[in-house]
């Protein structure tokens, strides 16, 4: 599968995400909620594209699928988490199986949040916000 990589905004003064889904409908649909959010969003298809972007530049949040066709979002939020250049990013894993633990996994690895999908659009900008809102204070 090719992977397809998609910068929308290059703000500076926006609050970065980096979206990693092989689902181009999902992708083009968050992209479009995080940018009328005011976010700066970019897209990756495989978890080798993301941990190469996200070392190549500063990004705030990597919302990831954990189910990608080559790293899992749990092997990605793993490597990001073990890279002290990296370690603040922060990271909410989201996936489509309701299989059991997941959510613990993800956040004995680092994640701070885990969505099943389905779910509202509403409801993940406003999580990714919160938690984006979060570090600025913090910060």
């Known amino acids: 599968m090719k992977s397809k990589i998609e910068q929308t905004s290059h703000n500076a003064a ?12 999902l992708s083009q649909i968050l992209s479009h909620v995080f940018k009328h959010g005011g976010f700066e969003v970019c897209i990756a298809a495989t978890g080798t594209d993301c941990l190469r972007l996200v070392e190549e530049q500063n990004y705030d949040l990597i919302l990831s699928d954990i189910d990608l066709p080559d790293l899992s979002g749990f092997e990605i939020c793993r490597r990001v988490k073990q890279n002290p250049q990296l370690r603040s990013v922060l990271i909410i894993l989201m996936s489509g199986w309701l299989a059991e633990g997941n959510k613990e996994r993800a956040l004995r690895l680092g994640a701070v949040d885990y969505l099943n999908k389905p779910f509202r659009v509403e409801t993940i900008l406003k999580k990714v916000s919160a938690h984006i809102r979060g570090t600025k204070s913090a910060s």
């Open 14 to 25: 926006k609050r970065r995400i980096l979206v990693v889904t092989d689902e181009p409908g």
